[in-house]
């Protein structure tokens, strides 16, 4: 069975950090492409960051760069998201997801997704 469980999820003070991570299990990652995308309430799910699996080739979204890092564990078959300086915009639900065709971290390239796990940056 095909499966992506996030955990790591929370309530964090703007400026404070969180780790997110994803396991996926019933398929390995290799030449996937792996991501973080997240949905706030009233707009469109969005690519984070996203990470090819056998190269490592990175990609993220404008407003994260410089305070996110996405990480993959080859052994483990995880990829975590590390999360530095939150915003109260960074406030979403996040979803890992995962597409074999997946090339530009957009939600329509991705096949499987995780449930989400729930991120909120207020005071």
């Known amino acids: 069975q095909v499966q992506l469980v996030e955990s790591g999820g929370g309530l ?12 996926a299990s019933g398929f390995t990652l ?5 991501g973080w995308f997240r949905q706030a309430p009233g707009k469109e799910r969005e ?28 052994a483990k078959n995880t990829v975590d998201l ?16 995962a597409g074999v065709y997946g090339s530009s971290c957009a939600p329509l390239d991705m096949d499987y997704w995780g ?3 729930l991120v909120t940056a207020s005071s």
Do not use: H, W
């Not at 964090?12 to 396991?23: D, E, F, I, K, M």
């Not at 290799?30 to 792996?34: F, H, P, V």
């Not at 690519?47 to 305070?67: A, H, L």
């Not at 590390?82 to 997801?97: G, H, I, R, S």
């Open 47 to 74: 690519g984070v960051s996203c990470i090819n699996y056998n190269d490592g080739y990175t990609y993220y979204r404008e407003s994260v760069k410089g305070r996110f890092t996405i990480s993959r564990d080859l």
């Open 115 to 117: 449930k989400g796990t």
């Open 82 to 97: 590390q999360m530095n300086f939150l915003k109260p915009e960074d406030t979403a639900v996040y979803y890992c997801a």
């Open 12 to 23: 964090v003070q703007p400026g404070g950090s969180l780790r997110l991570s994803c396991a």
């Open 30 to 34: 290799d030449d996937y492409e792996i």
